[in-house]
């Protein structure tokens, strides 16, 4: 049974920061691009991040620069270090492969306000 879990959410001001995770479950992680997805109410799921098996990465321009994402293979685990978080950056944040291939997760709510 495939499963994603996304705790570490939470509330922020703005400049803050936070770390997400995500934990997989039941797939060969290492070998999936992984992503990070957030969504707000009334818009699409958009792809903030991803990172490849090996490592390369790529960033939504609104978050390039303040964003990094990572992946430990040995912990079946990706990573999202959010830096000067932003009243916009509000949203529920999803992880998923690249593209979102499989069930989605209850995902984590990030709230950046002041």
């Known amino acids: 049974q495939v499963q994603l879990v996304e705790p570490g959410g939470g509330l922020v001001q703005p400049g803050g920061s936070l770390r997400l995770s995500c934990a997989a479950s039941g797939i060969i992680f290492r070998i999936y691009t992984m992503g990070w997805y957030r969504q707000t109410p009334g818009k699409q799921r958009e792809l903030v991040a991803r990172v490849t098996s090996i490592g390369a990465t790529n960033y939504a321009d609104s978050v390039r620069g303040r964003f990094t994402i990572s992946r430990d293979n040995d912990r079946n685990t990706v990573y999202l270090q959010m830096n000067s978080l932003k009243l916009e950056d509000t949203a529920v944040y999803y992880c998923?492969?690249?593209?979102?291939?499989?069930?989605w997760g209850q995902g984590t709510q990030v709230s950046v306000s002041s």
């Open positions: 998923n492969t690249y593209p979102g291939s499989l069930e």
